[in-house]
């Protein structure tokens, strides 16, 4: 079964206190991204990466890293996160030899304090 | 900048009828176009795509529509059922690595 696993699910955390959020796809696409959704705003692209050790930042990058050692794998760091990085996150994954559908994962829940 | 935006940010419908939602896109350059919904708690799931050089595309209950002359896209679902409920996304891309999105139409179907 085709899938993209993020984790954690949901977290609470201080302001300051660096975290990793996880996102592992099965499906060998080289294309995936991550994506930030806030009320109001729809979902903006924080950062993206079209292969190993090829990343870009998108739209909202401030504050965030990505790295992408492995092709399953494309974790999001918040170094020092700030509470305006409270928001619902994001990791999605396309195969861009079939198209551009894009299949996402089940969202990460983050609260900064 | 180039923006994607909807007309409504809550449309309700009764179970049965037929729904429609809006779209506006501002980027004459976008050759692809996506439609997504998102149950509560869930990510953003695929329904339909179009490409820019047709004018419509159906799927099973799902009708998209691309009018490029007004950079307006619509979904159309016909006979709406409960599971419809959902907040629906249009995107739409012009290269491989940038989608944007709308800010999302939340759909209330009542019995």
């Known amino acids: 079964e085709a899938q993209v696993t993020q984790n954690p699910r949901y977290l609470i955390t201080v302001t300051g206190k660096k975290l990793t959020v996880t996102c592992s796809q099965n499906?060998?696409?080289?294309?995936m991204s991550w994506y930030r959704q806030d009320p109001g705003l729809g979902l903006r692209q924080i950062y993206y990466s079209m292969n190993v050790e090829v990343t870009d930042k998108g739209d909202v990058p401030e504050g965030y890293k990505v790295s992408r050692k492995e092709k399953r794998n494309f974790p999001l760091i918040l170094e020092s996160p700030s509470p305006n990085q409270t928001s619902l996150y994001f990791c999605a994954t396309k195969n861009d030899r079939a198209g551009n559908t894009i299949y996402f994962g089940e969202g990460s829940w983050l609260t900064v304090v | 900048g180039e923006s994607v935006g909807l007309h409504l940010p809550t449309l309700s419908v009764q179970e049965g009828d037929n729904s429609i939602i809006n779209c506006a896109y501002s980027?004459?350059?976008?050759?692809?176009f996506i439609w997504y919904k998102q149950e509560s708690g869930k990510g953003p799931q695929f329904i339909i795509d179009i490409r820019s050089n047709m004018d419509k595309r159906q799927g099973q209950r799902v009708t998209v529509l691309l009018n490029k002359t007004v950079k307006h896209l619509s979904l159309q679902i016909a006979a709406t059922q409960p599971g419809d409920s959902a907040v629906y996304f249009c995107?739409?891309?012009?290269?491989?690595?940038?989608?944007?999105f709308g800010t999302g139409t939340r759909l209330q179907v009542t019995l």
């Open positions: 499906m060998n696409h080289e294309y």
């Open positions: 980027n004459s350059a976008s050759d692809y």
């Open positions: 995107a739409e891309t012009g290269t491989a690595s940038k989608l944007t």
